[in-house]
């Protein structure tokens, strides 16, 4: 009779109805029956009156108390799965929540869903991200279930403690909030709608129903809610009153799980830095409507800093734009000048940051070529003519670059970091050089210049031998561009080389490296 039970269909018990009527407990049911009546059906005491027997009331009881413990057991076995699949599991939770408005029984809920979190979700195997957003959808279900919260704290306590103990629990959350994907980790939520939006939306109607109870409640409904008023479980803590608890702030918990907004204000304060340094536009909305409702939720003075980094980059397009108006009409090259005036302002656009209020810049030297410098000095010139006194001061490791590689059968466009860039722009210079030579050309380390030499092996453009000394490698420009895909390169090789290099390459140290700077200058 039960097997029929699945989650997403809501069951409206009709088979305990149909007994009832069969019982003879349903008299205004009579003209529906069939005439089928059980023997335990009551006999009228008095005519025209049906009582039905003592017996019969204590049966229907104990039934209708079976029925919904029955279902109560079913969902809070696969509660585990509602939950993953919440909001669309939401009938489930609704046959859960009457089933335990009739029988009471919420501590076995409790008891049953820490269990199942402990052993299938607060595993090492499970990503700190599956984890959060499973821990929003549990905030979400619970609280149909028990608006109070109460249950919630309980159920909460052992996932906040786990992602305690994991070290990027404060960057996962962060992006979680600010991502597109509606805070679903399958990233089926409203296209461009933040988790940081959805629960700001939830938190204005919890506002205005609230305001709503407290306007528009007469007296006559303000003494049916006085009649119908329980007290808190004994499970409740006692430090949070009955309204209070009423409003589950999902931000609030999610924020809970790390002890300080600071933590999570610096922690978005990196992202955005990295995010705006490696922007190859200035296009910035998303991030303009994620900060105002930052600071709805965390104040203004905790966001400043943020709100100076746009201000950063809005500044920055006006300036650039007004640089680009000074540039008179260039001479037509001569025939030596074509390679170097194939740059011009034109292909330049900088990002010009106020460096006290950002975090620390990741800095790292870079000999870039003569043509690419004598670009950036006209440029600061510019700029010093027009924002007198201040001056340019250029970060020549960070920023994007978009080039063009020509082949013999092909051309490729590649979007690399300038310190990419050099290094395929050193092999116009010649086709072939050693690992010594090119990092003293650059300006770099040998083992740093390995570690991102590997983007342009990976995708083909390069190929390297050992020479005569095995320290000493040889990097040559191939003539004829291969399909990397169609060469014996191990793709899951070059996989794990562009993750390491896009590591090696974050523009913005992290709040761990800023911290254990911190504390250098006071050992």
């Not at 640089?323 to 011009?344: D, H, M, N, R, V």
């Not at 106020?354 to 000095?377: C, H, K, R």
């Amino acid at each position: 009779m039960f097997s029929c039970f699945v989650h997403p269909q809501a069951v409206p018990l009709q088979f305990l109805h149909a007994l009832l009527v069969y019982l003879g407990d349903s008299p205004a049911q009579d003209d529906e029956s069939s005439g089928l009546k059980s023997p335990l059906a009551s006999s009228p005491s008095y005519p025209g009156i049906e009582m039905p027997s003592e017996g019969l009331v204590r049966w229907q009881l104990r039934l209708e108390y079976f029925a919904y413990e029955t279902l109560q057991d079913l969902r809070i076995g696969k509660l585990f799965e509602i939950i993953v699949d919440y909001p669309e599991s939401s009938p489930a939770i609704e046959d859960l929540k009457q089933c335990l408005e009739y029988t009471g029984q919420h501590s076995k809920l409790v008891d049953s869903f820490i269990s199942s979190l402990r052993y299938r979700l607060l595993t090492a195997g499970a990503s700190t991200n599956d984890i959060l957003h499973q821990y929003v959808s549990t905030i979400k279900a619970l609280r149909t279930i028990d608006p109070t919260g109460v249950f919630l704290e309980a159920v909460g306590e052992p996932i906040r403690d786990y992602l305690r103990r994991r070290k990027d629990t404060i960057k996962c959350i962060v992006t979680m909030l600010t991502d597109g994907s509606g805070g679903n980790s399958t990233g089926a939520g409203n296209s461009g709608d933040s988790l940081l939006e959805e629960l700001n939306r939830d938190a204005e109607n919890q506002e205005s129903a609230d305001y709503d109870d407290d306007t528009n409640l007469d007296d006559k409904q303000a003494w049916i809610n006085a009649e119908r008023w329980e007290p808190d479980p004994v499970e409740a803590d006692p430090s949070k009153g009955s309204r209070n608890r009423r409003k589950i702030d999902i931000l609030g918990m999610i924020v809970g799980i790390i002890g300080s907004k600071d933590q999570l204000v610096n922690e978005y304060r990196v992202m955005l830095a990295e995010k705006l340094l490696n922007k190859s536009d200035y296009d910035i909305d998303s991030e303009i409507r994620t900060l105002e409702l930052l600071k709805i939720h965390f104040g203004e003075g905790s966001m400043q800093k943020c709100e100076i980094m746009l201000n950063d980059l809005i500044d920055s397009k006006r300036t650039n734009a007004n640089i680009k108006a000074s540039i008179l009409q260039p001479p037509a090259p001569g025939p030596e000048q074509q390679q170097e005036t194939c740059l011009s302002l034109d292909h330049l656009d900088s990002t010009i940051i106020s460096s006290n209020f950002w975090p620390t810049i990741q800095a790292e030297s870079l000999n870039i070529p003569t043509a690419v410098e004598q670009l950036l000095s006209d440029y600061a010139r510019r700029f010093h003519e027009i924002k007198t006194p201040r001056k340019l001061l250029w970060k020549k490791n960070l920023g994007t670059v978009k080039l063009e590689l020509q082949f013999e059968d092909r051309s490729m466009q590649f979007t690399v970091s300038p310190m990419h860039a050099v290094i395929i722009m050193h092999f116009q210079e010649q086709t072939s050089w050693t690992s010594k030579n090119l990092a003293a050309a650059i300006g770099v380390p040998i083992d740093t210049l390995n570690k991102r030499i590997n983007f342009w092996i990976s995708k083909g453009v390069l190929v390297e031998s050992v020479g005569s000394d095995s320290d000493n490698h040889i990097f040559t420009i191939v003539s004829d561009m291969v399909d990397p895909n169609k060469t014996g390169i191990n793709n899951m090789r070059c996989e794990g080389i562009l993750a390491m290099d896009e590591e090696c390459e974050r523009s913005v140290a992290s709040v761990e490296e800023q911290l254990r700077k911190e504390m250098t200058v006071y050992e």
